[in-house]
């Protein structure tokens, strides 16, 4: 099944080594990237999104701020937060958002296994 996904990061150059990793995955997967937290809110209210994988520190909002929206506007969508800043708070904060947390530099085997968890969870919400 193809599923829609959501890069979020203010450096291009971090949302298109995320593409990378994702396409050489899930080539079949189609992906769309914002810059900020409120253009992935607009992308994530006007089209279907099905998985967010976005960056932690992003001026405005930050990802764990934009997760918890997101999660709001879809409660069922799998969000990882990508970021170097490995701290107990930040991955408890993610899971209180009912975020993943994945470190930087995100390598393809964790990002197979969010997204092998990410398809588990949207297989089993759909009817």
């Known amino acids: 099944m193809t599923y829609k996904v959501l890069i979020v ?14 396409t050489a995955l899930r080539p079949e997967w189609t ?12 992308l994530a209210t006007d089209s279907d999104i099905d998985v ?3 960056d932690f520190n992003m001026p405005g909002r930050n990802g764990l ?11 069922s969508m799998p969000v ?16 209180e958002v009912g ?9 393809q085997p964790a990002l197979a296994a969010f997204l092998d968890e990410a398809v588990q969870r949207l297989q089993t919400a759909r009817p």
């Open 52 to 54: 967010t994988l976005l």
């Open 80 to 95: 990882a937060v990508i970021t170097a800043n490995i701290q107990t708070e930040i991955v408890t904060r993610a899971q």
């Open 65 to 75: 701020e934009l997760a918890a929206e997101l999660r709001a506007l879809n409660p």
């Open 9 to 22: 990061d203010d450096s291009k150059l971090a949302r298109m080594a995320v593409a990378k990793a994702l």
């Open 31 to 42: 992906r769309v990237e914002a810059a900020n937290a409120d253009d992935a809110l607009a």
């Open 99 to 107: 975020a993943s947390f994945l470190a930087k530099p995100l390598t």
